[in-house]
């Protein structure tokens, strides 16, 4: 199906045990994005890439890798998962420009570190 | 320091009247702004937008209003409807290549 699609739904894990959530999209848009959803902040973003290869931090970035070897796939990785990093993860993508193209989200993913 | 500010967590409103909806910003440089919508366990869907040029957009029932002196803006719903039911963000770019900030949002209750 066409869309943006993250994977798990759902995962629990442990303080200090790497995790990668999975983001991928089917639309060959340029820019991708992840967000983290809490209580009291809203929305914040952690990194985006504007093409494949190109990655660069947010406002949140500590405590998380990305990567973007592919147009369509764009996993953040935490290396080693803290309390802190609870969250609802979103993943987004653009075309190309903000004014012709708002952000399209997919699902999430609810982490707990426990 | 907080670019995008929606001062209201949750508002509640009868099924039929008007919803408004507020966001501050606090960065001159934005000059697009976009209203989403959130159901629980779904992702933000986009609703609206309008640019810095304009004072006003209207899509159907959802009518948004920009005051740029006041760096002020508001998503208005007529009429609402129980469906309407959600949190809404507010965010806003900085150029068309600008991330979106977001507010916290606000959570609209309509009720029937």
């Known amino acids: 199906d066409a869309g943006i699609t993250q994977s798990p739904r759902y995962k629990i894990t442990e303080t200090g045990r790497q995790v990668t959530l999975m983001c991928h999209q089917t639309?060959?848009?340029?820019?991708m994005f992840w967000y983290r959803q809490d209580l009291g902040h809203g929305l914040r973003l952690i990194y985006y890439?504007?093409?494949?290869?190109?990655?660069d931090k947010g406002e949140v970035p500590d405590g998380y890798v990305v990567s973007r070897s592919k147009t369509e796939n764009f996993p953040l990785t935490l290396e080693s998962a803290t309390r802190s990093q609870t969250s609802v993860y979103f993943c987004a993508s653009m075309w190309g420009s903000t004014y012709n193209s708002p952000l399209h989200f997919g699902n999430g993913t609810r982490l707990t570190v426990t | 320091d907080q670019q995008v500010k929606q001062n209201s967590p949750s508002l509640s409103v009868q099924e039929g009247r008007i919803s408004i909806l507020n966001c501050d910003y606090t960065n001159s440089m934005f000059d697009y702004f976009l209203w989403y919508k959130k159901y629980p366990a779904e992702g933000p869907t986009f609703l609206i937008s309008?640019?810095?040029?304009?004072d006003k957009n209207e899509d159907g029932r959802f009518t948004v209003f920009l005051n740029k002196s006041a760096k002020h803006l508001s998503l208005h719903i007529v009429p609402s409807q129980p469906g309407d039911s959600a949190v809404y963000f507010c965010?806003?770019?900085?150029?068309?290549?600008?991330?979106?900030?977001f507010g916290k949002g606000t959570k609209l209750s309509v009720k029937p």
């Open positions: 639309w060959s848009h340029s820019y």
């Open positions: 965010a806003a770019s900085a150029g068309s290549q600008g991330n979106l900030i």
């Open positions: 890439s504007a093409a494949a290869d190109i990655t």
């Open positions: 309008i640019s810095s040029i304009k």
